[in-house]
């Protein structure tokens, strides 16, 4: 029985069982070391269980594959830095009162002659066993690592590392076909013969992949450093305002333009320095987009996402539960977002409830955003009064949050602004909001401003205060107010509900309702 069959056995690659609680909320810390050809890099994983957060994330640039095609052997130096960054991890995980670090190697540990040695040195040297995994494998972990983020995605996942690409396809949650290359472009910087046999070997390579995959013309999930070093240059070349990776979109047409921005380009000091792209990854980067303008040619997805979820995800994804994988991980981050940090936890529900009359014939897709928001609209109260707004907008549009489309991010934003305030001009944030139309964002304030007068009626997650009515067609909008609730109604409460109002350009009618 090889090692990878034996470590399934023994609970997958973490050796342990993550979920023996199938109706878990919270995941205790998990700590994981990918050791990638270019990279090594440490994540502690806690939080939601069904949406872990970066507890901890170190990244430190080893290089251990450069220069394997030519001598068989791993980088010396690299050799040398990855085993100082994985004592180094070592150290923090005994600090973190971490149980146990999971090690996976990748592309440069399993091709090179030396990988074995290495390994031994690992386990001489820290106690820590590394587990080296097969390309097909690793296709596979970083697949599930998508569908951790994107529950039932369909289409082709590509993950480059340093001297590898991996295919999968994925539909339904659940992983398909896979296949592995030597498409890596610390493999290809030493490819003899220049760009044109480095041109040949690549349209040959994908060839071959595109027979073995067949017709994959869904969305293409882009997983890997080097595609997201892509990414911050397409978001500079065109301006976008948004500088989040996850979930970032690009069409064939803005690859295929980024890809000769970078070649126009010989000055990658200056574009790396504006982008935020690190000298060693910069390096590597003219290469990569070589290869993903021949992928996006040969495979013609519709569309192109990026995802910072990849092989580490991918390994908890893979000891979850079907009953915890089914859940959506927007609404679990921000329910235990709510337990955690707000003041009243368990009254978004009920704060939802009550301002779900407004959204009636909202689609799910936006009901889903309102639940979000309301689940998250205390947990910025610490935050000074001058500044809550902005950081709950902050917080929303940029936090590590699966399931959510950039727009959807400034969506959720406005609205947890307008929970705090009734004007969103003259803030810090203003070059964000074109990333909806003028109706989605007059729809997030009246969200927020909801929000804003329903906070204002209860502090208690169970108690039955008052109901909302709104009829669209007759513009009016009744507020329905236990006896109980009629002295909470005061002079506050009563300019928030006529902010509300304006902004619904609806009439307002007060009625007291009977228990």
């Given at each position: 029985m090889n090692a990878l069959v034996e470590t399934h056995a023994e609970g997958g690659l973490f050796g342990r069982a993550l979920f023996e609680d199938p109706s878990a909320r919270a995941l205790a810390r998990v700590g994981v070391v990918d050791v990638g050809s270019n990279s090594v890099r440490l994540v502690v994983f806690n939080g939601a269980a069904r949406s872990p957060a970066y507890f901890y994330n170190e990244k430190i640039m080893c290089a251990l594959g450069a220069g394997l095609s030519d001598t068989g052997h791993l980088n010396p130096e690299g050799r040398v830095r990855a085993l100082n960054a994985l004592r180094r991890f070592q150290r923090l995980a005994e600090g973190m009162g971490l149980p146990d670090l999971t090690v996976v190697a990748t592309a440069a540990v399993r091709d090179a002659s030396d990988g074995p040695a290495f390994c031994a040195d690992v386990m001489r040297e820290t106690g820590l066993y590394v587990r080296t995994i097969d390309g097909r494998e690793e296709a596979r972990l970083s697949a599930q690592g998508v569908l951790l983020g994107w529950p039932g995605s369909y289409g082709l996942v590509c993950d480059i590392g340093g001297s590898s690409m991996e295919l999968a396809e994925i539909s339904g949650g659940i992983v398909?076909?896979?296949?592995?290359?030597?498409?890596?472009?610390?493999?290809?910087?030493?490819?003899?013969?220049?760009?044109?046999?480095?041109?040949?070997?690549?349209?040959?390579?994908?060839?071959?992949?595109?027979?073995?995959?067949?017709?994959?013309?869904?969305?293409?999930?882009?997983?890997?450093?080097?595609?997201?070093?892509?990414?911050?240059?397409?978001?500079?070349?065109?301006?976008?305002?948004?500088?989040?990776?996850?979930?970032?979109?690009?069409?064939?047409?803005?690859?295929?333009?980024?890809?000769?921005?970078?070649?126009?380009?010989?000055?990658?000091?200056?574009?790396?320095?504006?982008?935020?792209?690190?000298?060693?990854?910069?390096?590597?980067?003219?290469?990569?987009?070589?290869?993903?303008?021949?992928?996006?040619?040969?495979?013609?997805?519709?569309?192109?996402?990026?995802?910072?979820?990849?092989?580490?995800?991918?390994?908890?994804?893979?000891?979850?539960?079907?009953?915890?994988?089914?859940?959506?991980?927007?609404?679990?981050?921000?329910?235990?977002?709510?337990?955690?940090?707000a003041r009243v936890p368990g009254f978004g529900k009920l704060l939802y409830q009550f301002i779900e009359p407004l959204f009636k014939s909202a689609p799910f897709h936006r009901k889903r955003l309102i639940k979000a928001a309301c689940l998250l609209h205390d947990v910025s109260w610490r935050a000074h009064p001058d500044y809550r707004a902005e950081v709950c907008f902050d917080n929303a549009t940029r936090a590590n949050l699966g399931g959510l489309k950039h727009s959807e991010r400034i969506f959720l934003g406005l609205s947890l602004l307008?929970?705090?305030?009734?004007?969103?001009?003259?803030?810090?944030?203003?070059?964000?909001?074109?990333?909806?139309?003028?109706?989605?964002?007059?729809?997030?304030?009246?969200?927020?401003?909801?929000?804003?007068?329903g906070a204002m009626l209860w502090m208690e997650k169970d108690a039955e205060r008052g109901e909302f009515r709104w009829f669209p067609k007759k513009k009016i909008l009744e507020l329905h107010l236990t006896a109980e609730a009629m002295p909470l109604f005061g002079e506050v409460a009563e300019a928030r509900l006529n902010s509300l109002a304006a902004s619904l350009e609806a009439q307002v009618l007060i009625k007291q309702r009977r228990r």
């Open positions: 398909g076909r896979r296949e592995t290359s030597d498409l890596g472009p610390l493999k290809l910087q030493t490819l003899k013969g220049g760009k044109k046999a480095r041109t040949a070997h690549i349209k040959a390579t994908m060839q071959r992949l595109q027979t073995e995959m067949g017709v994959q013309r869904d969305r293409l999930f882009l997983v890997g450093g080097s595609w997201r070093a892509i990414a911050r240059v397409d978001m500079h070349r065109r301006g976008y305002p948004l500088h989040v990776l996850h979930e970032y979109r690009m069409s064939p047409k803005s690859v295929r333009q980024t890809a000769k921005f970078i070649a126009a380009h010989p000055d990658h000091e200056s574009l790396r320095g504006i982008c935020g792209i690190s000298s060693t990854r910069m390096a590597l980067v003219p290469l990569a987009a070589e290869v993903l303008t021949r992928l996006v040619k040969s495979f013609s997805p519709k569309d192109i996402a990026v995802s910072s979820y990849g092989i580490r995800e991918g390994m908890l994804y893979e000891q979850m539960p079907q009953r915890l994988r089914d859940r959506d991980p927007l609404i679990e981050a921000c329910r235990f977002a709510e337990a955690k940090d307008h929970r705090y305030t009734n004007k969103r001009e003259g803030t810090h944030f203003e070059n964000l909001y074109d990333l909806i139309d003028e109706k989605t964002q007059k729809d997030a304030e009246i969200m927020g401003k909801a929000m804003r007068f």
